[in-house]
């Protein structure tokens, strides 16, 4: 990956150039990008970009890179809006679903909202963050793949102009708690704090979201929440106690309990 980037060339060429000398500037470059890589800087900071959903985002260092497992929260969001749309009446003039809705909240390097505006370009997409940076990378990257998204800076809710009801909520919040020891490791190190941790013990943002979400989905409306490993039945206990019906827990490819939503 690095040799692509610094020779600005496919895998393809590379594997047919396999023998070719390294120019000594291009050696230099890639080995300059070798050595943060041994020192842990993650791949997609070095490259600049991380797939997701097949889609290729721009990251840099002020969004959390975005993680396979999150893409089960973009297949239940487009479940859920798939389960709308069928409810919706056709439109006379269009004849698709009238226009479902979705809102993404936390949106970093808008990988979640822009997967969901492009696989399904009728629904209305908003999504928001409280950091400015990260929406600055959210928005470019929707215009680099031409997904209708529109974005909102602010805290949760707050962010969000007065207006309707969504028909699916859908957020991966910061959930690792303050004193969790895998902050100091890994890629997580060399990403943003306000993406990782809630600065308590790792429920304070998905509580504050689950409380908030009857006043702002419709009725029979989703609500479908990222958590940590070990949170799947205190995210369904607080979503239960919220008034949700239908509450489940999903497994993500590795087995474990990684998205919890509920329907109003
Ligand atoms: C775990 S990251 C998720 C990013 C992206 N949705 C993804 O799945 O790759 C959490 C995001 O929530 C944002 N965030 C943290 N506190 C927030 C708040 N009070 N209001 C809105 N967004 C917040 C962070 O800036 C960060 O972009």
């Known amino acids: 990956m690095l040799l692509e980037l610094v020779l600005s060339k496919p895998r393809e060429w590379l594997l047919a150039h396999d023998t070719d000398p390294l120019a000594p500037e291009v050696a230099a470059q890639f080995l300059t990008l070798a050595a943060r890589r041994r020192q842990g800087t993650p791949m997609a900071h070095l490259v600049g970009h991380r797939e997701f959903m097949g889609h290729r985002l721009s990251v840099s260092a002020d969004v959390l890179i975005p993680r396979p497992e999150t893409e089960l929260l973009v297949e239940m969001a487009l479940q859920s809006l798939e389960d709308c749309t069928k409810r919706c009446l056709p439109s006379p003039v269009t004849g698709n679903g009238a226009g479902c809705s979705l809102l993404d909240l936390g949106t970093g390097s808008g990988a979640v909202a822009i997967s969901v505006a492009l696989a399904c370009p009728t629904a209305r997409v908003v999504a928001t963050d409280l950091s400015e940076n990260a929406l600055a990378i959210a928005q470019k990257n929707a215009q680099q793949l031409s997904a209708s998204v529109q ?85 369904a206990q607080l979503l239960l106690k919220a008034g949700f019906n239908a509450v489940q827990t999903k497994q993500d490819l590795a087995g474990l309990p990684r998205i919890t939503g509920g329907s109003l």
């Not at 979400?213 to 039945?233: F, K």
């Open 151 to 235: 974005f909102w800076l602010g805290s949760w809710y707050e962010a969000l102009p007065p207006e309707g009801r969504f028909d699916v909520i859908v957020s991966n919040p910061p959930y690792i708690a303050l004193n969790d020891p895998h902050l100091s490791q890994g890629d997580l190190r060399f990403e943003p704090a306000g993406a990782l941790t809630d600065g308590a013990d790792g429920l304070a943002a998905l509580r504050h979201i689950i409380v908030g979400a009857p006043q702002h989905l419709v009725n029979g409306g989703w609500l479908w929440l990222e958590h940590g490993y070990d949170q799947g039945e205190e995210v």
